[in-house]
């Protein structure tokens, strides 16, 4: 049988689903812990699959939990009266072929095409009137966004960063040099939230005639803060890393994040879909279809998509009846259940939202150090902000197109 490299989660899910039992009750599992007596509970639905163990809530990526019960899923039993005989399909992923003299180029240019982009980028940032302060005046602010976003791009500590910064301002990328502690200080400035999401739009503009299909989703990164947890079903009480969640718009073609927000934990993704949508057709994208998993349903979403000259691409809910709601709402949910094929081969684009999400956690981590709430926040859009520079970079050599950001200062 044919089968694809197995990823350490799938390994040990593999094992779960072998050699212990797993218990469904109605739409939900129950999977042993591998390292203990508790039980997580899985909802294995296949557009957003869900459990209750700490891997799952801190990446909110599929565990090894949820692996289990989609290989169990795929099992089929057959009985001939004597032997039972176990058939695991395995799916085979499509592969296509990279092209990797442009992937190389683009790997080797990155760093220093990086720094021209961010210093370009920076450059369309108007300093604002600075009172006096103790201590002398603070760094220019497009100095400040360069550092932040910089040392967020280098993963290395404020300290052995500084040797980096000393090279940008031998180049000219930043007029003055900040002592390694006061980019902490710098990441925790609340003016500095609105100038990143201005620079994240203002770093997709060089893909507005690439993209026309968009995937909506959120996604957690955790933080040095711990939460208590007391889990009242099975008793125990854990200390688990607490999170903030990032909902964002990306392009289906090139990964490209075109809008952002970022909230607490536990704050329903369906409430951002709407801003996210707007902040995309703010930007100058022409949206063709727009796709989200079923938590997005809403007569309100739908709407907002039509609006903006879009097709949505959202599968309603099992216990949708289409007899309610607007004529919009009767309309796609007829489009969905009998064109079904059809509307999977559109809406099997919002994968690449968390290919995106990957992206950015894989390059840039998935954990943020800051500590304050204002600073995480930063961190976390400087990580966007370097995935789409990177994802320019790399358009330029496989798309071959000439990045220009041409919008007004902010």
Request: proline residues 3%; aromatic residues 10%.
């Amino acid at each position: 049988m044919e089968t694809q490299q197995l990823s350490e989660r799938e390994q040990k899910a593999l094992a779960i689903a072998t050699h212990t039992k797993l218990v469904r009750k109605g739409d939900l599992w129950l999977v042993p812990s591998q390292s203990g007596p508790k039980k997580y509970t899985v909802n294995a639905d296949p557009d957003s699959p869900r459990c209750t163990c700490p891997d799952f809530e801190a990446r909110q990526l599929r565990c090894k939990h949820i692996y289990a019960v989609e290989i169990t899923l795929k099992r089929e039993y057959t009985n001939d009266g004597q032997t039972e005989t176990v058939t695991e399909t395995v799916t085979v992923k499509k592969t296509y072929r990279q092209d990797w003299a442009s992937y190389n180029k683009a790997q080797v240019n990155e760093k220093s095409q990086f720094l021209a982009f961010l210093y370009e980028l920076c450059s369309k940032i108007e300093e604002p009137i600075q009172k006096r302060q103790r201590g002398g005046q603070r760094l220019p602010l497009a100095d400040v966004l360069f550092a932040v976003t910089y040392k967020v791009y280098s993963n290395m500590s404020a300290r052995r960063f500084a040797s980096d910064m000393r090279d940008a301002l031998a180049k000219g990328y930043v007029s003055k040099l900040p002592s390694f502690n006061s980019i902490f200080d710098y990441l925790q400035m609340p003016e500095l939230t609105a100038h990143l999401k201005y620079l994240i739009a203002e770093s997709a503009q060089p893909l507005k005639s690439i993209e026309d299909s968009f995937a909506v989703d959120s996604s957690g990164f955790s933080t040095t803060r711990f939460v208590r947890w007391f889990d009242v079903k099975y008793g125990g009480t854990e200390d688990w890393h607490d999170w903030i969640k990032m909902h964002l718009t990306c392009g289906t073609s090139t990964h490209i994040v075109t809008s952002v927000e970022l909230s607490n934990a536990h704050m329903h993704d369906s409430t951002y879909f709407k801003t996210l949508i707007q902040q995309t057709a703010k930007a100058g994208f022409t949206m063709k279809e727009i796709s989200a998993d079923k938590g997005y349903t809403s007569g309100d979403n739908l709407q907002t998509v039509v609006d903006h000259g879009a097709t949505p691409y959202i599968p309603f809910r099992s216990n949708t009846t289409g007899k309610s709601g607007s004529e919009l709402w009767k309309k796609l949910f007829h489009y969905y259940s009998f064109k079904r094929a059809e509307f999977l081969t559109h809406y099997h684009k919002r994968s690449n939202v968390e290919t995106t999400f990957s992206m950015i956690k894989a390059k840039f981590g998935e954990r943020l150090r800051s500590k304050t709430e204002t600073a995480q926040i930063n961190e976390a859009l400087c990580k966007v902000l370097c995935h789409n520079l990177c994802v320019v970079i790399q358009s330029m050599y496989e798309l071959g197109i000439a990045p220009e950001f041409t919008s007004e200062a902010a």
